[in-house]
């Protein structure tokens, strides 16, 4: 089993930065790939970036292409989201998730995390 804790959400305004953090416990992520999904109020859950087991595969969904990165470390068993220039429209609970395959479908993951609040200002 893998357990996932997200960290490093909050409130800041547009344009600002945020890094979150997905730390894994339970064993090793080494060998996992790794996505990241937000939900806002009344919307569905929806893919962000995906990062796969080795660090050298991402996608993004176009709506964060160019100011969001992922990222991970193996030694701290952690991936990262950083997230620059915040609009409005990237508030949500962002969710990271481990799977078999670097997937935008929700579907490839098999282990989730309890999600962490971002709210961006105007």
């Known amino acids: 089993q893998v357990q996932l804790v997200e960290s490093g959400g909050g409130l800041v305004q547009a344009g600002g930065s945020l890094r979150l953090s997905c730390a894994a416990s339970g064993r090793t992520i080494s060998t996992y790939d790794m996505g990241w999904f937000r939900q806002a109020p009344g919307k569905e859950r929806e893919f962000v970036a995906t990062i796969n087991f080795s660090g050298a595969y991402t996608l993004y969904a176009d709506s964060v292409k160019g100011r969001f990165t992922a990222s991970r470390d193996s030694a701290r068993n952690t991936v990262y989201l950083q997230m620059s220039s915040l609009k409005p429209e990237d508030t949500a609970v962002y969710y990271c998730?481990?799977?078999?395959?670097?997937?935008?479908?929700?579907?490839?993951?098999?282990?989730w995390g309890q999600g962490t609040q971002v709210t961006v200002s105007s």
């Open positions: 998730a481990a799977g078999s395959s670097a997937s935008s479908s929700w579907s490839s993951y098999n282990y």
